[in-house]
């Protein structure tokens, strides 16, 4: 497992959303391994980048969003989990609180070269 947990500021690290990166992530994980993205913001979407990334590579990808919970002190989260192998996703825990992830159409995938912060905005 690998898991990325940069985003939940207001100033995101883009570089590691993007096509070249997810290379790297992907040469360090097993054929089964799961790669997540903590993509939690107050100010951009970013579960449209990720998706596309996802469909790029041809990974089995699912959100997780859960909800706070101040019994276990646990904050409000949005999660992104992907794999290589379907299978690997699947298990009650995650499909309790899973859907599948829907991105933007027109979106481009973000590379080294490109990324494009305000077609992300949430709206107020």
Do not use: C
Request: proline fraction near 5%; charge should be negative; glycine fraction near 4%.
């Amino acid at each position: 497992m690998l898991f990325v947990d940069a985003f939940s500021g207001d100033a995101i690290p883009t570089h590691l959303l993007t096509q070249e990166a997810v290379q790297i992530y992907l040469q360090h994980l097993k054929a089964d391994g799961i790669l997540g993205f903590h993509i939690s913001n107050t100010v951009l979407d970013l579960e449209s980048p990720v998706a596309k990334l996802a469909e790029a590579f041809g990974l089995s990808a699912k959100l997780m969003h859960t909800l706070p919970d101040p019994k276990i002190d646990r904050s409000e989260a949005v999660w992104v989990i992907m794999s290589r192998s379907a299978d690997r996703l699947r298990h009650p825990n995650v499909d309790s609180v899973a859907r599948p992830l829907n991105y933007r159409s027109g979106q481009r995938i973000w590379t080294d070269d490109y990324t494009n912060l305000f077609q992300l905005l949430k709206s107020i």
